[in-house]
């Protein structure tokens, strides 16, 4: 059974930083793209970042220059290190991994429980 858990999330005063985590773990033959998205109470999700197995990334212009996505493939494990937090953050941050489980003839999408992270002006 594959599973993604987010961690690291919390409450921070504007300006100050976080680093989000996300591990899949399971029987995972091969991890293609790995992806933050985040939603803010009552609007709809947006994309936040992603990165691919090759280490290509991808920033959504709200994030850019702030937010720095990374992946360490040998613990299967993705990160989002947000630096300058404003307000406009707050979100529940959600993980996604499209990923091959052993066994399996093609890739699936995979979704962690997400982690609350609130800004403080």
């Known amino acids: 059974q594959v599973q993604l858990a987010e961690s690291g999330g919390g409450l921070v005063q504007a300006g100050g930083s976080l680093r989000l985590s996300c591990a899949a773990s399971?029987?995972?033959?091969?991890?293609?793209?790995m992806v933050w998205y985040r939603q803010a109470q009552g609007k709809q999700s947006e994309l936040v970042a992603t990165?691919?197995?090759?280490?290509?990334?991808y920033y959504a212009d709200s994030v850019k220059g702030r937010f720095t996505i990374s992946r360490d493939n040998a613990r299967n494990t993705m990160y989002l290190q947000m630096n300058s937090l404003k307000p406009e953050d707050t979100a529940v941050y959600y993980c996604?991994?499209?990923?091959?489980?052993?066994?399996?003839?093609?890739?699936?999408?995979?979704w962690g429980q997400g982690t609350q992270v609130t800004v403080s002006s």
């Open positions: 399971g029987s995972i033959a091969t991890i293609n793209a």
């Open positions: 990165i691919t197995s090759g280490g290509g990334t």
């Open positions: 996604n991994a499209r990923l091959m489980p052993i066994g399996a003839m093609n890739l699936r999408d995979y």
